[in-house]
């Protein structure tokens, strides 16, 4: 990637034996520690997206479902309406905007109960990966999103208030919600992967990601409508479980004990290839507080996307329901143009051509 190549540092750093070991500060300590295993993080990723999504998609419909009930309980609306040329006549059509409306407003006051304690929790915990390694940080999330599916399904299957449901994504807020996960992830590429390498690594564990994104949607419709909403739900704790289960059991750890650092806490491809663009950049020591950083900004735009997007979907479903596409098109086309620039500034800069990144020093753990 011409216009982002920075010049690699290398140094000796003590060992945790009676002998140096020569260090790439952008690589790692040393690849033989590396295995077969670690590509276990894609499987997890993919069972995990697929049980996280899916589990989504199925309490936004039983959402949608129990407002219906509520606000129309003997009323059976007509099914089959076409919604390319509305009849605001039809008292159907006007019914089921209503609805729609309200679940809007359930579904982004859930949003905001789970993402904003995120945030936080993501800026604390983020930067630790780089002490504790990252497994533990994968696992405290999934946790989370395994108590959301188990609270929403016994919330179901009680038929509970709806309001009581946000309790179940305050929990997983607390346990950074699936931000934190792609946090310890992609940290964890970064450790395996040599600065050459890095970018596919990160794209791999992208594809992961999307794969059990969309195919949780496309089993998940099907599924719903043949075994009603508890089944559903089922699977998809099913597959955090294991998901949970390979990671404790066979996916080892990536960050080397003997990397002890003193961190801050602030420390689909385009997303992975930024981030790679950003991982190559910064030291092997500092991995953890730079996805840190990005799952902050990941995290605070997707609730302020869903705050907005909510809003405007509230305010135009009755008469206009492609407006959050072209908002969302809108968007898209901006950091498009804002990528072209950077890259366009990036080859014409000397400076970055001719940089030195110096990452923070290693720190002997005699000396803490």
Not at 16 to 28: I, W
Request: net charge positive; proline share 3%.
């Amino acid at each position: 990637m011409t216009g982002f190549e920075l010049e690699t540092p290398r140094k000796r750093i003590p060992n945790t034996g009676d002998h140096e070991a020569e260090v790439d500060e952008f690589e790692g300590v040393s690849s033989k520690n590396r295995s077969w295993r670690n590509w276990f993080l894609g499987i997890v990723g993919l069972l995990y997206f697929m049980g996280m999504n899916m589990a989504l998609f199925i309490i936004s419909q039983y959402i949608y479902r129990r407002i219906q009930i509520n606000e129309y309980p003997n009323k059976t609306f007509e099914t089959g309406i076409s919604f390319c040329g509305l009849n605001y006549s039809n008292p159907d059509v006007l019914g089921l905007a209503h609805v729609q409306e309200l679940a809007a407003g359930v579904n982004l006051r859930f949003t905001l109960m789970s993402t904003t304690p995120s945030i936080i929790v993501n800026v604390i915990l983020g930067s630790y990966t780089d002490k504790f390694g990252r497994k533990f940080l994968m696992l405290f999330s999934m946790s989370g999103t395994l108590l959301r599916i188990l609270i929403c399904l016994l919330g179901a299957y009680i038929n509970m208030d709806i309001e009581l449901f946000g309790i179940a994504f305050v929990v997983e807020g607390l346990t950074g919600q699936v931000f934190a996960w792609l946090l310890a992830s992609y940290a964890y590429v970064s450790d395996i992967t040599h600065r050459k390498n890095r970018a596919i690594g990160i794209v791999l564990n992208a594809v992961g990601v999307g794969l059990g994104t969309s195919v949780s949607t496309l089993v998940g419709g099907p599924f719903l409508q043949a075994a009603g909403f508890t089944q559903p739900l089922i699977l998809s704790a099913a597959l955090v479980v294991l998901g949970i289960l390979i990671t404790v059991f066979l996916l080892p750890e990536s960050y080397p004990k003997e990397k002890l650092t003193v961190v801050g806490s602030l420390g689909m491809l385009t997303i992975p290839m930024t981030r790679s663009i950003m991982t190559r950049m910064t030291g092997s020591d500092r991995q953890g507080a730079l996805a840190a950083s990005i799952s902050f900004v990941e995290t605070s735009c997707n609730l302020i996307a869903n705050v907005g997007l909510n809003a405007i979907y509230q305010a135009t479903v009755a008469y206009s329901r492609g407006a959050t596409f072209f908002v969302m098109a809108a968007c898209n086309g901006l950091s498009f143009i804002l990528l072209i620039i950077l890259k366009i500034g990036s080859r014409s800069s000397p400076d970055v051509k001719n940089s030195t990144v110096r990452p923070v020093s290693y720190i002997e753990k005699t000396s803490l």
